[in-house]
């Protein structure tokens, strides 16, 4: 009897890991009618929505007509709720996961949540819709091929510098978000960093009635941005060129100064061939370095 109950136990619980889902469900940034038919079916058949602000994502369902449980989850609590949710799905009741506006995780909280439960066994299943992100890179008119997102800078000065510091020559457009009161002291540091003419775009209030995209240099968006003081209100993406140059890594630092040795040893091609060897640099990159600091005098 007691196998018996044992492998019916069984059965229930891998019936439930398969109908009881955590859903991650995108919601409008701006644009109320920029929620798809999937997410509105979603959101009214489970048992429970999880809400960063639930009086925000109160007046969001009032406007669809959702009638749902609403429960908070924001980084003070997320892993105490996140046992709680995990609960009702070993019930066989689904739950979804919103944020404020768009995709959640993306620097909203869930990811806890989004872990416990995959390492619980039960299905997450993405409800994708607008990505304040993915809606800039779309318009700003930077290379889209390759990116990296930075999410909010530190708010104090030499963390944010750091930060910046470190990504001088990631490869890349480089993404950010924003806040209002801290965007004139993030440009600033950007144009002290990154340099001032790097491409840039700022996006602002995507969706919204007041959206903007200002295009220009750091050094021309910052001018515009501190002339202009209805561009310091609302919520940005700030979108920057990635490094175009030569990366420089230890093993180009090492390269370069070997060339420096060997250059009034030997022809240059040669060597760039034996430093190559010794480095894992490739031959080109190393005669082009030779050309541009006028050292292939030998050639």
């Given amino acids: ?18 109908t009881a889902a955590l859903y991650v469900v995108a919601t409008p940034i701006g644009n109320l009618d920029d929620i798809t038919e999937r997410a509105r079916s979603i959101l009214q058949q489970v048992a429970v929505i999880a ?21 908070s989850l924001h980084d003070h609590n997320e892993n105490s709720r996140a046992e709680q949710l995990l609960g009702l799905l070993r019930e066989g009741r689904s739950v979804a996961l919103v944020s404020d506006a768009g995709t959640p995780l993306i620097s909203d909280p869930g990811y806890h949540l989004v872990h416990t439960v995959r390492a619980a066994g ?31 800078l530190p708010a104090k000065s030499t963390a944010r510098n750091k930060v ?14 924003e806040s209002p009161h801290r965007l004139l002291d993030s440009l600033r540091a950007m144009v002290s960093v990154l340099g001032g003419q790097r491409p840039a775009c700022l996006a602002r209030e995507i969706t919204k009635h ?45 390269a370069c100064r070997w060339l420096l040795e060997l250059k009034d040893e030997m022809p240059p091609s040669k060597a760039c061939s034996v430093v190559a060897r010794m480095t894992g640099v490739k031959k080109k990159a190393l005669y082009q370095w030779m050309l541009d600091e006028g050292l292939d005098s030998k050639a």
Wanted: aromatic content about 10%; charged content about 20%; glycine content about 8%.
């Fill in 210 to 254: 007041f959206e903007t995209f200002l295009s220009g240099t750091l050094d021309e968006l910052l001018q515009q941005v501190t002339a202009d003081t209805n561009q310091q209100k609302g919520e940005f993406v700030l979108l920057v060129e990635g490094f175009q140059g030569q990366a420089q890594d230890s093993a180009w630092t090492d």
């Fill in 164 to 177: 910046l510091d470190e990504l001088v020559q990631q490869q890349g457009t480089l993404v950010f978000y």
């Fill in 122 to 152: 039960y299905p997450v299943v993405p409800v994708p819709g607008a990505c304040a992100l993915v809606a800039a890179l779309s318009v700003a008119g930077l290379p889209t091929d390759r990116f990296y997102f930075a999410g909010f």
């Fill in 51 to 71: 809400a960063e602000d639930t009086r925000h994502s109160g007046k969001l369902l009032d406007h669809y007509g959702i009638r749902n449980r609403l429960v």
């Fill in 1 to 18: 009897m007691t196998r018996k109950s044992t492998m019916t136990d069984l059965g229930t619980d891998e019936h439930i890991k398969k």
